[in-house]
């Protein structure tokens, strides 16, 4: 049904900015709660941030906040996710995700996109 495809990934400097992009294709993107998750080689995948359908609420993990933005365009079919002042430990593939509910969990997401990897040099 909904298709996600992430871009903006690559590799920066640490201190360095990225802005990733989510398109979503399928569906209707302004119903759909939307997240970013990250997973480094050997963890777990871990929550980053999530936006419910208007934009107006936008919960993150503790270890991204200050730092990382999240938004969205509901007339482009996107999300993305501003990460400013990058760190080594930033390291991982970053995929966005789409739900019918607002939650920091994974399981509560339907739809996931592959995935952008964001490597960040000491």
């Known amino acids: 049904q909904v298709q996600l495809v992430e871009s903006g990934g690559g590799l920066v400097q640490a201190g360095g900015s990225l802005r990733l992009s989510c398109l979503a294709s399928?569906?209707?993107?302004?119903?759909?709660?939307m997240g970013w998750f990250r997973q480094a080689p050997g963890k777990e995948r871990e929550f980053v941030a999530s936006i419910n359908p208007s934009g107006g609420h936008t919960p993150s993990a503790d270890s991204v906040k200050g730092r990382f933005t999240i938004s969205r365009d509901n007339g482009k079919n996107t999300v993305y996710l501003q990460m400013v002042n990058l760190k080594p430990e930033d390291t991982a593939v970053y995929s966005c995700?789409?739900?019918?509910?607002?939650?920091?969990?994974?399981?509560?997401?339907?739809?996931w996109g592959q995935g952008t990897q964001v490597t960040v040099s000491s």
């Open positions: 995700a789409a739900g019918e509910y607002l939650s920091v969990n994974s399981k509560n997401y339907n739809y």
């Open positions: 399928g569906g209707t993107f302004s119903t759909y709660a």
